[in-house]
């Protein structure tokens, strides 16, 4: 986990503010998810954790890759749009990175580096967390309805 940084050096504060904007676009337009994978014999299963962001602007994107790894896969739409996608261990780097900036999503966050510090990937534990990151986003979805009165505007 990156630790605040000395606000003397200007790299301190550009790392800060760094973490503070991507933990900012994660909240809005970010996923984590524990997903599962089985392997072409169908006799191993894995479970890990998948951090992505969603955005337009691809220069973003390449710095978030540049610096946690990753990939970037772009969805032709009428606007292309790109979506920085990290796995396993860089998943769970990035995620104790964001975590102390984190707002909306920070249950999820805190529940997908729960699943990772269990260090188990072949396990039972990977289907709970799924069911319990699952319910996290339920919860998330209803109290952010409720507090925006969405249901009022078009009823």
Known sequence: MVRPLQQGSSRGRIIYVMLKYAAGLFDGDG??????????????VYYYVVACITNQHLPVLCKFKKRWKGHIRIHKLVNPVYVWVVKGVRAEKF??????YAIIKKDQVLTAIEYRNLGVTRHKFGVQFMGKLQELKKVQFESTREVSGYENIIG
Do not use: G, N, Q
């Open 31 to 44: 996923c984590v998810v524990v997903t599962r994978y089985v392997y072409k014999s169908k006799s191993t």
């Open 95 to 100: 995620l104790k990175d964001i975590c102390p």
